[in-house]
């Protein structure tokens, strides 16, 4: 509502006026009543007022010097004069100090709620078009905000253009003026599905609070967002403030660590890109900041990480991939859930203390691995599921925590095929190859495994065949080779010894039989792969 403050000597005039004036119908109401210029100067100064309603004649100083007052302090006052004087020389005063209207007593009603009407009126245009232009400004803010928020995402995306550094400013409106160039990251670990969404709106309000104000204070320019779980800052800034800016987002980091018991349970990281000395480099120190926080994997969170530049990579043996390939084949085909977790619970074993190994190599070990689980497992959403897969790696924090996401994606893929072969795999042939995996070192017939299954053999032969795709011959012959290549590749027992244990009388018939399978003989096979 807008605000009025009417000044007159005359207290009977003052009255008259609050009476006739409609001030709710005029959508303004009365802010105060002086009776002279000072009191009136302060009343349209402390309380805003739109609309001024004075005499010519008052004591302290007249309505004119008060008019030059107060639109000198609200050029945008509205003005209208009372007096019954209708000497021209004033009404031409006032109006070189912006008064609009001039009313003479007596007053009368029509005449001053229309002047009232036409001063309010403009007062509210004036508002209009301050709304209008404080909504395009802002829309104007907004804009610039989200074309320089882009930057991260399309950092983070590797949509960031490599062509000239004066891209930045252009495109994103990143003005890259001084030496340097970097990316820093803070990785935030929090179980996704036990953190709601408002309190983590907070957590990342206060990051803003901590970090916002150190790069104002060491920055020529940068710009702050959120990707995922990662804040993101892209600084630029000069040489001489490279040890002031580090030690200052070192202790923003420690704020976090301190504000734990207050921001919930997450565990927070901050990692250093590599210092570039042009924006058109900024790709690279993205990758090296997020290469960085890998790391924490290894070295644990809470700290400051920084890229290893010697550091070249981890070569894994492959045997270690080769094995786990082996022994989830044959869990996914028996659908053997504990075999499946033994096979994750070995590769761990194997990898988890291996010397040197960085965090980006554990990583890329358990990404590969859960790729050629899901491959053997199978799965109608290839794609979708090692995406989200490699989502819940991204949220681990330590190798462990690898290694419990593989188990359980592992797990998860054969829950979801056991359900799905359920009634397409028939109760007597996964009876049948249980039965051909615990005996295919004896010399198990058609005619044995049928008996045990309580089947005819012809019936038993033809279903069989009907189900897998294969004839029974083949399948134990299979399952044996497959035995015969784990132990030349494994161990050093002689192949006398492995013909035995497969369930071959004829060391003959059993190299045959592996040629044929493999394309090799079990000494050439052992030569390569043992």
Known sequence: MLRAVIADDEDRICQLISLLADWEHLGVEVAGIASNGPDALEMITGRQADILITDIRMPGFSGLELIERAKSLRPELEVVIISGYAQFDY????????????????????????????????????????????????????????????????????????????????VYGFAAIEDICQVFMVKMDYDRAAFPAVPLEIVKSRMMDVFRPVLNECCADAVLGFHETFMTGVMNYGAGMTEDLRGKLRDGLNQLIALKDLLGPILFTLALGRQVTSAASLAESYASALSALTDRLVEGTERLLEERKEYRGMVWDETLLSRFAGDMAKAAELLDMPEALRAVTALYDAAANMPGARGRDYLSLTREAGAIGLGLIGSAERERELSRYRGRLDDASSVRGLFDCLNAFIAEGLRVKTERVRNRDAQPIRLAKQYIHKHFSDPVTLEEVSDAIGFSASYFSALFKKETGEGFSKYLTRVRMEEAKALLRDTRHPVSQICVSVGYADIKHFKHSFKSVTGLTPGEFRKLYG
Request: proline share 4%; charged share 35%; aromatic share 4%.
């Open 91 to 170: 009404a031409r005063t006032a109006i070189q100090y912006g008064v609009g209207e001039y009313l003479l007593k007596p007053i009368h009603k029509e005449t001053l709620n229309a002047t009232l009407a036409k001063m309010a009126a403009r007062c509210l245009e004036r508002e209009r078009e301050r709304g209008r232009k404080e909504d395009i400004l802002r829309r104007q803010n907004d804009e610039h905000e989200r074309h320089r928020h882009s930057l991260i995402k399309d950092l983070a995306d590797g949509r960031y253009p490599s062509g000239p550094a004066a891209q930045a400013e252009s």
